[in-house]
């Protein structure tokens, strides 16, 4: 169907004053600091996720709003913001009774739990730094980030530390505790583990915070390059600076806001905006631990009367595969805005929102190494669908050319692609990755190192608007999630009849880029059907699904570049049946 190429917005689109009303005039005015002095702050000095998200609430007019309503299968659980104070320092008591000190690195490994969210705030109290893994990962993934990032506690399920944990804990030497959330809140008693319901119940329920400091680490996310291991992302406590702004200008948030982010706090965007940027506005958040569910996700977003929902195109890919049908049997009058986030949005996606939804879909971009929003389409403004929309107040983002010296240039003509790159000094810019100074300093360039190089390529237009192109490595994007080839190959070559592997992301309609997998056999061992299913497997059972190959072929050798590294572009393109490009670098060209 042809559909214009904007979709212009009115006053009738807002149904409520929209933070961010006048684009110029907001982005001359802003600073830092005056976000800044919007935070409490630590009564002694310093700066403290825990105290702006929970404690400023917890001690004011919030005291007894609903902070999370925590959806289970047929249950539901409300936890107050007074509340939410008292678990999170039970939490912070546990940590500093097993001796946890500040800085010290705690990993988590559980689906949207309650006590994923108390664990991460409670850490914060305690000054240590969280980082999240993906339930769905495989032992191998979880061993590679736990080890690399000298994870000194544990907290996950009884189930899924038997299913993933046990059998590499010998391989885990850093770990000194791990605490256990039991199916159904029974009390577990596995031998090495210890109950953390037990241990919450005898902890006392306040808690002095930890000082810290703006500069003070908070999270470890852990991200995917094309090479090596994957990349500890460290972020400080006064990234929430960030989250305060973005909250406000990039989601909207107003105080009375139902808000449901449908992110898994495995990922970056699940924590963010799935737990610090909500409470920072005090509003509301629905946190539903079930996987997806097209009925039931139209069902709560209509009976929990949700207001504002971010959500990623995956989802809304498989919504509108569901058909319209579903989305209604219900009626959506306190919705108000709707944004996603995490891979290209088509625009079909966008006018389905409006169809379907009465409102389009906010596309917005960032990643793990921005901490948050920097580029949004917001509620006052038009929306050019297929667009990643405009830089929030506070971010300078810029398209940049390298020459073959690798120095950076600006490009300053309009719908010319090059790499998106951001001016430093937004708070929650990442600090460094842990352990890998040179990779670090490799993401930035220009005059004083001004200028943070994202890796993707994208394109301006002459109104500023911006367009995501594709990326400039060889990162795959799957439902959402980042995967780093790499990974993949290292866990395919482990398998006895492998030679060598080389992994690509090949177009999905549905999840975008889907992990596929090219192979050569070491001598003695034929390609099949059989072995194709053997190698799935394998992978499967060390990487997990969320990582795993989806789909493996056989090649007698793989394409390399005269000094040995496999070429995944070429594989990609002959996959797709695109030009190969420059291959004069190919080893047997
Ligand atoms: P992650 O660090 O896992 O959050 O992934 C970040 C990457 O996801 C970005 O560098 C982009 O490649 C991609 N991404 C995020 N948001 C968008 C978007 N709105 N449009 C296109 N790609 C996106």
New binding site residues.
Partial sequence: MDRPTIIRKTAADLRVPPNLADYAATRAAFSWGAVRAELAGLPGGGLNIAHETVERHAQGVCRDRIAFRFLGANTSRDIRYGELSHLTSRFANVLKSLGIAKGERLFLLSGRIPELYIAVLGSFKNGTVVSPLFSAFGPEPIATRVNLGEGAILVTTELLYERKVAKIRDQLPTLRHVLLVGEGGQATNIPGTLDLGTLMTQAADDFAIVPTQAEDLSLL?F??GTTGTPKG?MHVHGAVATHWATGKYALDLHADDIYWCTADPG???GTSYGIIAPLLHGVTSIVDEADFDAERWYRILAEQKVSVWYTA?TAIRMLMKAGAEIARKHSYPDLRFVA??????NPEAVWWGKEVLGLPIH????????GGIM?ANTPAFDIKPGS?GRPLPGIEAAIVKKDAEDKVSLVETADTEGE?ALKRGWPSMLRGYLHNEERYRKCFAGPDNEWYL???LARRDADGYYW?V??ADD?I?SA???IGPFEVESALMEHPAVAEAGVIGKPDEMVGEVVKAFVSLKKGFEASDALRMELLGHARKKLGAAVAPKEIGFLPSLPRTRSGKIMRRLLKARELGLPEGDTSTLENA
């Fill in positions: 996310h991200t995917s992302a990922w970056v965007t195109p996603s986030v995490g891979e290209p949005l596309d917005n971009w960032w990643q793990t190494e921005t580029i990643m998106l994202t890796g993707d995501f594709g990326r990162v994007k959402g999630h980042l």
